[in-house]
């Protein structure tokens, strides 16, 4: 059986593309879109913006006209100062992700083919997404936080199957197979399962039902955002729904978009007004380029609004990235507003600082496009 999913010009281009020179079947690389000022919305930051407000300054002297802040940090006044001074707030949602969270509830703790727990990358671990309580749980802490604060919009996080992508060779694991996962997908699927052990259910699943499997996944993560949509728009129906998205094609990792992490972006965005694809090229090990034209795939993909969040922090250097200094983090904002982008945000506000110039990146580049 076929995936529904396909590949397109700007899937099979972006793995590779590291300039205006590379081309795919004897085809140029498709030009990536210069920003359009007139449909430009959000110039975004991620993080409080209490170190700005220590300062004595104001978020409009930066033109920043949206701050997306963890739900943990929200507070009646920081929403209200954002709103006097010109911006929107938007809350971050962790959904299926935290170690911590495994520890406590073991349940919780995705299983791989083997039958073993997946392992941690780092501070990494996602979690099964199938456990009827929690999900419900999340769902009722968006309704709560929707109806005590005046947000503008809620931004699902770690809203996919686990699998840590922030890296230049990903461990890609199939999951998750515990029992929550395996009893949901025979019922949703009719597939009547062997009896013996969870690496031989595994075994049989991706061996004679693997797309079916696939869809299933894509559909457990279509469902959640679908449920956070009724929620939130229960309390806040002008309130926007976002998530921040894995930044792959069908052609990379052998479509581990779908088969791994389970984000089918077509499908996604019949519940999501906008998509912001976590764009962090020097972590990924891509050109800047590459934020500009995932923009365009996925714009094409979904037909929703795309505001990517782009690199503005480094990382320590055992990890070999190339370094994003206040240039780079220049080119990685233009890019992230190219490609039929009509918005931008940068992770985090608190690596910018005057002193490595990046706050003033911040203060010309969104300046050139401030309403």
Wanted: aromatic share 10%; net charge negative.
């Amino acid at each position: 059986m076929s995936a529904p999913w396909k590949s397109s010009l700007w899937a099979a281009v972006l793995p590779a593309l590291a300039g205006s020179a590379a081309t795919v079947q004897g085809q140029p690389t498709p030009q990536v879109r210069p920003p359009d000022k007139s449909h430009i919305s959000c110039l975004g930051i991620f993080g409080s913006p209490e170190g700005l407000w220590q300062k004595g300054e104001r978020l409009s002297d930066y033109h920043i006209n949206a701050v997306f802040v963890s739900h943990g940090e929200l507070s009646q006044e920081l929403i209200a100062r954002c709103h006097r001074e010109g911006a929107k707030v938007y809350a971050e949602f962790g959904v299926f992700a935290g170690a911590a969270t495994a520890e406590k509830y073991p349940e919780l703790w995705p299983i791989n083919e083997k039958g073993e727990r997946q392992q941690r990358d780092e501070w990494y671990l996602g979690l099964c997404p199938n456990v009827k309580w929690y999900r419900d749980e999340k769902l009722r802490l968006i309704g709560e936080v929707a109806a005590k604060y005046d947000l503008d919009g809620v931004w699902l996080d770690f809203i996919r199957y686990p699998g840590h992508w922030e890296v230049r060779q990903p461990r890609l694991e199939q999951g998750c197979f515990n029992q929550p996962c395996l009893e949901a997908f025979a019922e949703a699927g009719g597939v009547k399962l062997p009896a013996g052990k969870v690496a031989q259910q595994a075994e049989f699943i991706l061996q004679s039902h693997k797309d079916e499997w696939t869809r299933f996944k894509c559909g457990v993560i279509r469902d959640f955002c679908r449920d956070a949509r009724s929620v939130l728009k229960g309390k806040r129906p002008q309130a926007l729904l976002g998530a921040f998205v894995v930044p792959w094609t069908e052609d990379d990792y052998d479509d581990a978009i779908h088969g791994i992490i389970a984000q089918d972006f077509a499908a996604l965005a019949d519940e999501l007004d906008v998509l912001s694809p976590m764009s962090y090229h020097a972590m990924c090990g891509r050109p800047v380029e590459w934020v500009g034209g995932f923009n365009e795939y996925l714009a094409e993909k979904t037909g929703r609004e795309v505001w990517p969040i782009v690199q503005a922090t480094e990382r320590e250097a055992r990890y070999g990235d190339a370094p994003v200094d206040a240039e780079e983090f220049r080119k990685a904002l233009n890019q992230g507003l190219s490609g039929g982008a009509t918005g931008v945000l940068m992770f985090r506000l608190a690596d910018c600082t005057e002193d490595n110039g990046k706050l003033n990146v911040i203060r010309e580049v969104y300046g050139e496009f401030a309403r």
